[in-house]
């Protein structure tokens, strides 16, 4: 198989990137997923990882692995220069060019697609099925409020942080027992995410990254909080949509799991 076989897959088996084309366009984001480097030849494996690290490389290197599959762009922002200095942005894609590893990052079209990364985070939350989208696109979206089975809010805290595998998290309990939650995978609190979530009677909001002003919103509208790490919301969900692809790769693969950013 090639890189443009994997990338084929991908998109067939899980998101297109005209899907994450779709939502920038509709709601004025911006992305970069896609193919980012094509070194050429066969595919000998492929590393799967949230973020392309320098310790992501080196497991890919260590397994003799040429592909490396991300969440999170490997190019993002334009840059203007390559660095393998170690602390230079570009470090870890330079030495996935100096040892011939290909890259290719899938952003937000895994986070969107109908089984994307939100969508494992409501499904990891006790959610079956959504009965609001918060960026509804022509395929999935984004941003869900739904039900859950009624229970205390230090009940649910421990199952989910216990589910996540979550042990940096924040909780904020307003004293409603939960009912409905609105989640957003990775950094997804902002003014009209939690308007959203309060016009859809959410009792409970999830997400990562909040900022200060958006927890104190929070709390005088009376929603619980709870926030995971970036990665603890993302994670959970990339990991599942690797398990769907694996069987079909027709090479050696891995998932790559940094427990340090949990």
Do not use: W
Request: glycine letters at 10%; aromatic letters at 10%.
């Amino acid at each position: 198989m090639k890189i443009t076989d994997i990338f084929a897959l991908l998109e067939g088996n899980v998101a297109p990137v005209a899907l994450s084309d779709e939502f920038c366009r509709t709601y004025g984001a911006y992305d970069n997923s896609g193919i980012i480097a094509d070194c050429g030849g066969k595919v000998t494996g492929v590393l799967f990882c949230l973020d392309l690290s320098r310790a992501a490389v080196e497991r890919a290197r260590t397994l003799g692995y040429n592909l490396i599959v991300t969440h999170h762009p490997a190019i993002y922002s334009p840059i203007k220069n390559l660095s393998a200095e170690n602390f230079s942005p570009t470090a870890a894609l330079t030495r996935c060019l100096q040892s011939g590893i290909s890259v290719i990052s899938m952003h937000l079209n895994f986070d969107a697609a109908p089984r994307g990364i939100d969508y494992y985070l409501m499904r990891g939350l006790g959610g079956e099925k959504e009965e609001g989208l918060f960026n509804a696109l022509s395929s999935g979206g984004y941003g869900r409020v739904y039900n859950v089975g009624e229970e205390s809010f230090e009940k649910f805290c421990a199952r989910a942080a216990a589910e996540f595998s979550a042990v940096r998290c924040r909780f904020y309990d307003s004293g409603r027992t939960v009912k409905k939650v609105a989640s957003f995978c990775g950094a997804g609190a902002d003014e009209e995410s939690i308007a959203f979530a309060i016009s859809r009677g959410a009792d409970t909001f999830v997400s990562a990254d909040i900022k200060h002003h958006h927890i104190a919103a929070l709390k005088e509208a009376g929603l619980n909080i709870i926030e995971f790490t970036h990665y603890a919301s993302e994670i959970y969900g990339f990991a599942r949509i690797y398990a769907s692809v694996r069987q079909l790769l027709n090479v050696p693969s891995e998932l790559f799991s940094d427990g340090g950013l949990m």
